[in-house]
């Protein structure tokens, strides 16, 4: 299993019942299978099934519920791919945001470091956006950076987290099929009202189209919310 950076805390796992590790199975059948460019995500999610099996078990010790999978029901946890409005709504980088941000589309105004990515599970949302109350609420995985076109202009990256930041590693890019990843050198769980910031080195100035690939976990009527 790849290493999980945690910001120092080894987290608590409850063990999946085996209905429920049927239901894992089947979301990530289900995330995988999307059509055209992302048609090697299978394979890249398989990469990562045994930390993504052990991220779900943290996330169910932490909630105190069973795991519903990809369509949870009342009283249980859910599974999906990180949103925008997760990783990017409080913060966009490094600033307070007072709205949603809805969609990955980055400027990066300069060449340098800036941070990608800010994600605070402590916060209880902006007003009157509800998708953005992640306190008690959500756990995330984050295994690397995802983009539909070649980005060659990310040169290092860095993760910090409450207690521990982690040295900074030069980011190897690897193209699989129609995407561009760069996978982090250890997945980073964000365990409930946790925090994570990854830094990003850019070597010019660019727009920026990549995601935080990974999943989030959340509880099941926070998963209605549009934004």
């Known amino acids: 299993m790849a290493t999980v950076l945690s910001g120092g805390q080894e987290p608590v796992a409850t063990p ?23 048609r090697d995500l299978g394979e890249l999610l398989n990469q990562y099934s045994s930390v993504i099996q052990a991220a779900t078990e943290y996330t169910k010790n932490a909630f105190n519920m069973p795991f519903g999978g990809a369509l949870p029901d009342q009283g249980q946890f859910g599974i999906r791919f990180i949103r925008a409005e997760t990783a990017l709504s409080k913060f966009y980088n490094g600033a307070t945001q007072s709205t949603p941000t809805l969609y990955w ?18 916060y209880t949302g902006a007003t009157n956006y509800p998708a953005t109350n992640l306190k008690d609420n959500y756990t995330v995985l984050a295994l690397g950076i995802l983009d539909p076109n070649v980005f060659e202009h990310i ?14 590693i030069p ?3 690897t193209q699989i099929s129609d995407l561009s ?39 099941y009527q926070y998963g209605l919310n549009q934004q």
Not at 109 to 121: H, K
Not at 155 to 168: A, C, I, L, N, R
């Open 16 to 38: 999946l019942t085996a209905q429920e590790k049927t239901l894992l199975d089947e979301a990530l059948a289900v995330m995988s299978y999307i059509p055209g460019m992302y």
């Open 105 to 122: 589309k980055q400027t990066i105004n300069s060449a340098g470091w800036t941070t990608l990515y800010n994600i605070d599970l402590s």
């Open 155 to 168: 040169v290092e990256y860095q993760v910090s987290m409450p207690g521990k930041t982690y040295p900074v």
């Open 171 to 173: 980011a190897t890019v």
């Open 181 to 219: 990843y760069i996978p982090f050198m250890g997945t980073i769980y964000i365990p409930k009202e946790g925090s994570a910031t990854i830094y990003t080195n850019f070597d010019q100035a660019t727009v920026f189209n990549g995601r935080l690939f990974g999943v989030e976990f959340y509880v």
